[in-house]
């Protein structure tokens, strides 16, 4: 009984410094606090110039699973945030592997941690993580309102529309009291104006 004890704190041990020997635990720090509002989007930032690599492997994944994994061209996302993060290619390169999260939701809450994936040597099969950043998002469900500009736009759009509209009546009003007027005028005309002979040239 007891050796069986003994080699399975000896298997335990064993797992526990493999783990931990698959990841590099640099730069270990605070997260990052980061805020967006449901339906934005938000950059995570995260940079890995600080690590020797030609050929830049990042994963950001939360602590339940994967989120994305960039390398090259090749490009995973996992299957909730299909389509709404990317680490684009050329800024990876460069060194700059910040997440972009599009179309934020109410659950994509919580802390992202950044990786980049690399090998122990040149002929090396298993790869180390380096850990890059960790990110703390949280999400405000207030919806996001329109700029004061984009308002005075569609004010303003609203308006000349009214005024197009107001166009033709406003021309037909004009025409109406013209003719009254005309009617009024005529009808109501002194009679010794109606009544008047008329100049004869040859009377001076």
Not at 149 to 176: G, W
Request: hydrophobic share 40%; proline share 5%.
């Amino acid at each position: 009984m007891r050796m069986n004890t003994v080699t399975s704190l000896l298997h335990i041990t064993a797992s526990a410094l493999w783990f931990s020997s698959s990841f590099d635990w640099v730069c270990a720090e605070t997260p990052i606090l980061i805020s967006a509002r449901v339906g934005s989007s938000v950059i995570l930032p995260c940079d890995w110039r600080n690590v020797s690599s030609q050929n830049p492997h990042v994963e950001w994944r939360t602590f339940v699973e994967t989120v994305l994994e960039r390398r090259g061209t090749e490009l995973y996302q996992a299957e909730e945030y299909e389509g709404r993060v990317d680490v684009p290619e050329d800024k990876l390169l460069k060194g700059n592997c910040s997440l972009v999260l599009k179309n934020v939701k109410a659950e994509d809450e919580g802390v992202y941690e950044s990786y980049l994936v690399v090998k122990r040597t040149k002929r090396a099969l298993q790869s180390k993580r380096v850990f890059l950043q960790s990110v703390e998002l949280s999400v405000d469900e207030t919806p996001e309102e329109p700029p004061e500009e984009h308002m005075s736009e569609v004010f303003t759009v609203k308006d000349k529309a009214r005024m197009i509209c107001n166009q033709p009546l406003m021309i037909a009003v004009s025409l109406i009291s013209c003719l009254l007027f005309h009617l009024f005028f005529c009808s109501h005309s002194p009679s010794h104006l109606q009544n008047s002979p008329k100049l004869n040239s040859n009377h001076f």
